[in-house]
């Protein structure tokens, strides 16, 4: 059995589109093989390099993540704290005896503060071998007492400084103000007290009809560390930069700062043909800033693949990219060539045996299938092969569209009979219906009709169809004109429809009926829904 065979022996549109379809699958999957000697390459190359940036970004993120839900919870923790034991941001020595043990024992936090509305501020920092707090009154234009503290919370240094700082200001106090009641962090900005970048963790709760901020700094060392240590291969390279497209090169004079970003981050906009890292997030800036996928570009004459991934949902906050040389993935590659051809021929002879295997399968049943559609290119002969078959399970005669041929009157009752055929056929498998022949298969046209116009007719097809079926089933209904031995003939062609179809009487009552042979059978309520949960 071969397709050919088939084709020579089957007949009507759907049988030739399944045929074509097996033979365009097969010349389909010999051009896709030609092809696969040029793209498969990429593909693989891109694919490899693709699985071990994955791996290196989702440990990178691990890894932050890792950092920063403790410095969560831990700040949910003080926050309660603070709320028990009633301390205000003036309690220096009980904040001390409180945030110091944190502080020593959790080294991604480079700061702790709890501020109120009114202004004023508790600060408290690592300094050297000891502690350093910092305390503001409440108000505007209030100096600060710093004091310096020895590994024993002893107090041997104190003075004032006089500063326009005001923890309201700060998009630590701003973020949380925002969003009271949980958790929020900042995006990169430079630390009053440290001046270096980092990222604030915040919330906001209420102590006597006061808002009150409390907050943990985190500087960014630690994250830059951690994808440093996970950059793929010799070769590969992970960095930390921002979604405007900041990269941050720690301690690096030869650079010039950009006013725009945090102290530490470049714009690559400052430095074109720059450093690899920074023609990794130009080119990803001309992609369009993707979150997902690869990026192929060429830095000092190098092609590299680069992966770029949010560090958190903030788009516009940190981002980790992973770059790979093109080279590294060129040469995995050169040590699994067989495998490569291997694959090649078992798509070839997979495809060509299964293409087989379906054409001796559904042979008989592709014979026996029912014509469903017609073919416009070749009506007349189709509308003579399904006359010449009679009435069935998928085809039904009317005579007319609307006239009692017996009477000479319209009458309502023909338009329903064939109404009823419809409603069947959408509840069933679907099926044509022909208006213009007679019982025996005799085509009499709609000349009996007495339409104005073709227009009309078709007028009068859909107002019949969306007042007594609904209109929402039109999309499996299609009705045309055609001429057949000298009149023109109406052909309704059904699908099967998705859900339960109801035909509704001219006193508005509904009937479910479906097709059974060449009959049209109405359901009572108890066996329509029977049906309808086994069809539907």
Not at 354 to 362: E, F, G, P, S, W
Not at 391 to 408: A, D, I, Q, V
Request: net charge negative.
């Amino acid at each position: 059995m071969t397709p050919l065979s088939l084709l020579r022996t089957s007949s009507g549109p759907i049988r030739s589109r399944l045929l074509r379809d097996l033979v365009l699958l097969v010349l389909l999957t010999v051009g896709l093989l030609v092809a696969i000697n040029i793209l498969l390459i990429n593909l693989i190359k891109e694919d490899l390099a693709e699985s071990r940036i994955d791996s290196a970004t989702a440990l990178v993120r691990d890894e932050v993540r890792g950092l920063l839900l403790p410095v969560e919870q831990q700040l949910l923790i003080v926050r309660d704290g603070l709320a028990t034991a009633g301390l205000t941001p003036a309690d220096e020595g009980a904040l001390n005896q409180r945030l110091v043990p944190i502080l020593a024992h959790m080294g991604q936090i480079a700061g702790a503060i709890d501020a109120s509305a009114d202004g004023a501020e508790y600060f408290l920092r690592r300094g050297g071998d000891g502690w350093l707090s910092r305390l503001r009154d409440p108000g505007m234009g209030q100096p600060m007492r710093l004091t310096r503290w020895d590994a024993e919370l002893r107090a041997p240094e104190t003075r004032e400084e006089v500063s326009d700082y005001d923890p309201r200001t700060r998009p630590w106090f701003s973020a949380a103000a925002d969003e009271p009641g949980g958790i929020v962090w900042t995006r990169p900005y430079v630390f009053e007290s440290l001046q270096v970048p980092g990222l604030t963790a915040s919330v906001g709760w209420m102590q006597s009809g006061q808002l009150r901020v409390t907050a943990f700094d985190v500087t960014i060392e630690t994250i830059v560390a951690s994808i440093e240590r996970h950059a793929v291969a010799a070769e590969g390279r992970g960095f930390l930069f921002s979604g405007a497209g900041g990269v941050y090169v720690p301690e690096d004079d030869s650079l010039p700062p950009d006013p725009d970003q945090a102290s530490g981050f470049f714009s690559v906009h400052l430095t074109p043909g720059g450093p690899l890292v920074f023609d990794a997030v130009s080119a990803w800036n001309l992609a369009s800033r993707p979150a997902q996928g690869l990026i192929r570009f060429t830095s000092s004459g190098v092609q590299w693949w680069g992966g770029f991934r949010p560090l958190t949902e903030d788009l516009a906050g940190g981002w980790a990219g992973v770059v790979l040389p093109v080279s590294e993935t060129l040469a995995i590659l050169r040590s699994r060539w067989h495998i490569v051809a291997l694959t090649v021929l078992g798509i070839l002879l997979a495809s060509l045996g299964m293409t087989t295997l379906l054409v001796r399968k559904y042979h008989r049943q592709l014979h026996d299938m029912p014509k469903l559609d017609i073919d416009r290119r070749r009506a007349a002969e189709d509308l003579r092969e399904l006359i010449a078959s009679g009435e069935g399970t998928h085809l039904e005669f009317k005579s007319t569209m609307r006239m009692n041929l017996h009477s000479k009157v319209m009458g309502r009752e023909i338009e329903m009979a064939w109404l009823k055929a419809v409603a069947a056929f959408l509840n069933s498998e679907g099926g044509i219906l022909l208006l213009g022949v007679s019982d025996d298969g005799t085509a009499l046209g709609l000349d009996a009709d007495k339409f104005e116009n073709e227009d009309k007719c078709r007028l009068h097809f859909k107002n019949l169809l969306n007042h007594h079926i609904g209109a929402e089933y039109a999309r499996f209904v299609r009705f045309d004109l055609y001429d057949l031995d000298g009149v023109r003939v109406g052909a309704v062609e059904c699908g099967r429809a998705d859900t339960p179809t109801f035909l509704h009487d001219d006193k508005n009552r509904e009937m479910f009926v479906i097709r059974n042979g060449p009959s049209n059978i109405e359901l009572s309520i108890s066996r329509a829904l029977k049906y309808i949960r086994s069809r539907f």
